[in-house]
């Protein structure tokens, strides 16, 4: 006799202990992430920048790629999370942290999560597509089997003015 009710969700697994927070090294990972958004706006790309580290050990970094690849999965999150986890061999990033210049979207939060990533810090909300805290609190979803330490606003008004900068250049008239 089959004692499982269908209307029953799975009780998520306990909590791995928080990663230790490191300002320090959170605000030089964030610089990184900068320096990479401003690649990415250089190359005609959406200026989003990310870095995995462990520790002060920065495992892997990217941006987004999205029109040079012609691939809509190519944000900077995915790319990170994709080599952080070749560098690793292992796709279980629980001792790792992600500083990325803007707040994770739908599909990036959901890998975050799906990653098992232990922190993740981010620059600037983003009030249309944010899937962090802004539209969606993913990241903090009881229902779902893990749970990130989130820290939002680091650094945020560089993060949001690359951001300006490049969307008020792409409106403006050109000679």
């Not at 796709?91 to 942290?97: A, E």
């Not at 979207?105 to 232990?118: I, K, Y």
């Not at 609190?137 to 560089?158: E, F, K, S, W, Y």
Request: charged share 25%; net charge negative; proline share 7%.
């Amino acid at each position: 006799m089959d004692t499982h009710d269908p209307n029953t969700l799975p009780q998520p697994a306990p909590a791995e202990a928080p990663i230790a927070a490191d300002e320090a090294t959170d605000r030089r990972m964030m610089e990184r992430a900068i320096e990479l958004a401003g690649a990415a706006a250089r190359g005609d790309e959406v200026p989003v920048g990310a870095v995995i580290y462990r520790g002060a050990d920065l495992i892997a970094e990217a941006h987004n790629l999205r029109e040079c690849a012609s691939d809509p999965t190519a944000h900077a999150e995915i790319l990170a999370l994709r080599l952080a986890a070749g560098e690793l061999g292992t796709w279980r990033l629980s001792d790792c942290s992600m500083a990325v210049t803007l707040e994770p979207c739908v599909m990036c939060a959901g890998a975050v999560v799906n990653s098992r990533l232990g922190r993740l810090v981010y620059g600037a909300a983003d009030p249309k597509a944010g899937a962090v805290e802004s539209l969606y609190q993913i990241c903090a979803d009881t229902r779902l089997n893990h749970r990130p330490l989130v820290v939002g606003g680091l650094m945020a008004d560089p993060c949001g003015q690359i951001l300006r900068d490049f969307f008020k250049e792409r409106r403006s008239p050109g000679p």
